[in-house]
C-alpha cells in the first residue's frame, strides 16, 4: 500500500553541524512533497516543499532534495542549531485528482547538542 | 495575521460522553482537515472538508463526525468518547485550488479519555 516512511527514528547532531533527514515514500505516482518540523506541544510547522518536476529546493538553511528513481527524499539542515531540534516528518500526496490526501511519515527526531 | 486555532487545548472527559472540539482558521481556505496524532502512527485522518456543507471521511474516521456551516470552522464531535480516543488532535486548513496543497496545522488539542 502507500506509505512514507524515515529511515532514522532518531538523529543526534552537534550544533552547528548540518543534518540530513531521510525519507522514503513508495507511491510512484506522488508529485508534491512537503518537510514539516513539529516542536514539543506545538502542531506540524510547514517548512518546505517540492514537486515532482524538481530534484532540488532550496529555503533559508534548507534544502529538500527529490530522487524519483529510488523514491527519495530528503531534508537538510544547514549549521543546526539549538532551536532546530524537533521532530520532522515528510509527507507526500498526488495532486490532481478528486480525493487525493496528504500521506505523513511518523516522524524523525533531531536532537541538537551544545 | 490570518491564523488557525483550535479550542479547548486540553480536555479531560469520561468514556460514553459527547465532546466537541473547536477548530477555526482565517485564511478563508476551501480545505479543512482533523488528524490525530499518536506514538507510532504518524498523523491520521479523521475527516476532511473541501467547502461549506462538505464533509468526507478520513482512515479512522469511526466514532467521530464533523460539519461544515462556514468557511472558518470546522468542528469534531466525539459522539461517545471511548479510552481508545485518547490522543492529540490537529485541524489543518489548506488553500482550495489544488485540493491538497500545503497544510497548515492548529495547535493542537490533547484529549483524554478516563
Known amino acids: 500500500g502507500e506509505s512514507v516512511g524515515l529511515h532514522l527514528p532518531t538523529l543526534s547532531v552537534q550544533e552547528g553541524d548540518n543534518s540530513i533527514i531521510n525519507c522514503a515514500y513508495s507511491?510512484?505516482?506522488?508529485?508534491?512533497f512537503i518537510w514539516y518540523k513539529q516542536e514539543s506541544g506545538k502542531g506540524p510547522q510547514f517548512i518546505i516543499d517540492i514537486r515532482s518536476n524538481m530534484d532540488k529546493r532550496q529555503g533559508q538553511r534548507v534544502t529538500v532534495l527529490l530522487n524519483k528513481t529510488v523514491k527519495h527524499l530528503s531534508l537538510q539542515i544547514a549549521a543546526t542549531q539549538p532551536g532546530d531540534s524537533a521532530v520532522y516528518f515528510c509527507a507526500e500526496t498526488r495532486t490532481g485528482g478528486a480525493t487525493n490526501k496528504l500521506i505523513f511519515g511518523t516522524g524523525t527526531l533531531l536532537a541538537v547538542q551544545p | 495575521d490570518a491564523e488557525i486555532t483550535q479550542s479547548p487545548r486540553h480536555k479531560i472527559t469520561e468514556t460514553g460522553r459527547q465532546v466537541t472540539l473547536a477548530c477555526h482558521q482565517t485564511?478563508?481556505?476551501?480545505?479543512m482537515f482533523w488528524y490525530r496524532q499518536d506514538l507510532g502512527h504518524g498523523l491520521r485522518l479523521i475527516h476532511y472538508s473541501y467547502g461549506v456543507q462538505d464533509t468526507n471521511k478520513g482512515e479512522v474516521s469511526d466514532g467521530y463526525s464533523v460539519s461544515r456551516s462556514n468557511t472558518e470552522d470546522l468542528p469534531l464531535t466525539l459522539e461517545s468518547a471511548a479510552s481508545s480516543q485518547t490522543s492529540v488532535y490537529f485541524c489543518?486548513?489548506?488553500?482550495?485550488?489544488?485540493?491538497?496543497?500545503?497544510?497548515?496545522f492548529g495547535p493542537g488539542t490533547r484529549l483524554l479519555v478516563l
Open positions: 485564511w478563508n481556505h476551501n480545505n
Open positions: 507511491n510512484s505516482a506522488s508529485d508534491y
Open positions: 489543518a486548513s489548506s488553500d482550495g485550488r489544488l485540493r491538497q496543497e500545503t497544510q497548515y
